[in-house]
């Protein structure tokens, strides 16, 4: 399974550079819970399921309509991937450029994402897998009552 795993994050990462939203959640499990540091920022960070990623996809896509995502480097842990991403976008009304380095940890079920946290540096991300690693990976609402983040 972790071959696939590695691959599939290949695939979301294309995906969601190609802005290929079907294409992206195909890949994400219908109860996924994704963890956005730009949200967290604002208090809340916590998305679940296609709907809210949605949204956070299309605000994001909002203020950077070129937004793209590539990946660096993948380091497989079996359920688990940290993966190193380059993300570049443009303001759509500063004009700004964007680009920025993060680290997104995933875990893995059936081949499809269930959690997924993005983070500023390489240590968090390693600090966050282990927790996920030690975390009973058949029950992911453990991840909600230990609040990791």
């Known amino acids: 399974m972790s071959q696939e795993t590695v691959e599939q994050h290949y695939r979301a990462a294309d995906a969601f550079s190609r802005h290929d939203f079907e ?3 195909a890949i994400c499990d219908d109860d996924i819970e994704l963890v956005s540091r ?3 920022l604002e208090g809340s960070g916590h998305l679940r399921g ?3 990623v949605r949204r956070w996809w299309d605000t994001l896509l ?3 309509p070129d937004f793209t995502s590539e990946i660096e480097e993948v380091r497989d842990l079996g359920d688990v ?3 190193q991403h380059a ?4 303001g759509m009304e500063s004009g700004a450029q964007m680009e920025q380095r993060q680290w997104q940890v995933t875990r893995w079920r059936d ?3 269930v959690w997924w946290k993005s983070c500023p ?3 968090e991300a390693l600090e966050v897998a282990g927790r996920l690693k030690r975390a009973d990976p058949t029950h992911p609402s453990r991840l909600r009552a230990r609040r990791i983040s």
């Open 50 to 52: 296609h709907a809210a």
């Open 121 to 123: 540096t390489e240590a």
């Open 38 to 40: 730009h949200l967290e």
């Open 87 to 90: 993300l570049r976008g443009e």
């Open 111 to 113: 081949n499809k994402a």
């Open 62 to 64: 909002d203020v950077y």
């Open 23 to 25: 294409a992206f959640v």
């Open 81 to 83: 991937t940290i993966a």
